[in-house]
């Protein structure tokens, strides 16, 4: 089964208005934290927002929060005000430990979203 | 502040060859270290992640192999490449709240 599902193959959104990108997740670690990563066509990763699965509060960063759902276990990102350099994909990860190496944690990540964003 | 480079930035290999991919990380000591692998139009995939020298753990068997000779330092190789072995490779270094990635490297093998 998937870890991480973002449903969203694709998405267009016109300039200015809010978009939210969907992720939901499965994990049985109590304790986990959930990542948004933007990839440009350059190919680099850039790190969005992150929230922990204890954290109260869900995370926002500038244009970026994160509608953390914990009981239905959904990680949505939410981009206000889209801009035409927010046109990328866009990753929704999940750290949780790795049982297979003590000790350690390891990052899952979805299949992505291809956001458009359209003049 | 912490870093993480990767090169190099393109490689192009004929089948058969061997691989080596570089990585290393300034600013931090005895990071997470991870290898992820991005095909064409997919998400990432977990390849290899380290937690200490000469400590790894392979998420995928295949014709990959990791190695940490150095604290800092995370090197993907292979010995003979497959045409499947083409895509998109990322180093990645975690602490806790965040995880950053270096360039990548794209290879595409002939």
């Known amino acids: 089964a998937q870890k991480i599902t973002q449903t969203q193959p694709g998405m267009f959104v016109q300039e200015k208005e809010a978009v939210t990108l969907d992720c939901t997740y499965d994990?049985?670690?109590?304790?986990?934290?959930l990542f948004w990563y933007k990839q440009p066509s350059s190919g680099e990763m850039i790190f969005l927002i992150y929230?922990?699965?204890?954290?109260?509060q869900n995370a926002t960063e500038g244009r970026y929060s994160l509608n953390f759902q914990k009981a239905r276990k959904s990680a949505n990102l939410v981009i206000s005000a889209s801009q035409l350099g927010d046109s990328a994909m866009y990753f929704c990860a999940m750290r949780e430990l790795a049982y297979s190496g003590a000790g350690s944690y390891q990052l899952t990540f979805g299949k992505g979203t291809k956001l458009s964003v359209i003049p | 502040s912490q870093t993480i480079h990767q090169w190099p930035a393109t490689l192009v290999q004929p089948v058969g060859s061997p691989l080596s991919l570089e990585c290393t990380v300034e600013?931090?000591?005895?990071?997470?270290l991870y290898w992820y692998r991005q095909a064409a139009g997919r998400g990432l995939q977990l390849l290899f992640y380290?937690?200490?020298?000469?400590?790894i753990s392979s998420e995928v068997p295949q014709n990959l192999s990791a190695s940490r000779p150095q604290d800092r330092q995370f090197i993907l190789s292979s010995k003979k490449l497959l045409l499947s072995d083409s895509g998109f490779y990322l180093c990645a270094w975690r602490r806790v709240g965040e995880a950053f990635f270096g360039q990548g490297t794209r290879l595409t093998v002939v």
């Open positions: 380290s937690v200490g020298i000469g400590q």
């Open positions: 929230q922990g699965s204890y954290d109260q």
């Open positions: 600013g931090t000591s005895n990071p997470n």
């Open positions: 994990t049985s670690d109590p304790s986990y934290g």
